[in-house]
């Protein structure tokens, strides 16, 4: 088994289908930020990632986008690979959103 196929083995028995977002929450270890984080092994060292980046298989030039907002969601259908400026720009518009929502109930 490669390491890709065990780290997916684990993945997929730590997280769980949310049935109203779709959203695969992590029930791992989280990092201070809350996206989720494994550990593991390869070739004898002890390795450390955001599960969010294995799933998505991003590339070192690349962000993963939240599109649910969920920080420790890891269904690659609720993920996507933007660069840097636009991950920063889709965090704004979502926060805009929120806010936008969240005057319009109390107005
Ligand atoms: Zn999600």
Same mark, same amino acid.
Do not use: K
């Given at each position: 088994?490669?390491?890709?196929?065990?780290? @997916?083995? &684990?993945?997929?028995?730590?997280?769980? !289908? =949310?049935? *109203?977002?779709? %959203?695969?929450?992590?029930?791992?270890?989280?990092?201070?930020?809350?996206?989720?984080?494994?550990?593991?092994?390869?070739?004898?060292?002890?390795?450390?990632?955001?599960?969010?980046?294995?799933?998505?298989? @991003?590339? &070192?030039?690349?962000?993963?986008?939240? !599109? =649910?907002? *969920?920080?420790? %969601?890891?269904?690659?259908?609720?993920?996507?690979?933007?660069?840097?400026?636009?991950?920063?720009?889709?965090?704004?518009?979502?926060?805009?959103?929120?806010?936008?929502?969240?005057?319009?109930?109390?107005?």
């Amino acid at each position: 088994m490669t390491l890709y196929q065990r780290l @997916a083995h &684990r993945i997929a028995r730590l997280s769980a !289908l =949310c049935p *109203v977002s779709g %959203c695969h929450l992590w029930m791992g270890a989280v990092n201070n930020d809350g996206y989720a984080r494994i550990n593991y092994r390869d070739n004898g060292q002890h390795r450390q990632a955001l599960v969010h980046r294995i799933v998505m298989d @991003a590339p &070192r030039n690349r962000e993963v986008d939240h !599109l =649910c907002g *969920v920080r420790c %969601c890891v269904n690659p259908a609720h993920l996507m690979l933007v660069t840097h400026r636009e991950n920063c720009s889709s965090r704004e518009n979502r926060r805009r959103f929120q806010w936008r929502n969240y005057t319009a109930e109390i107005l």
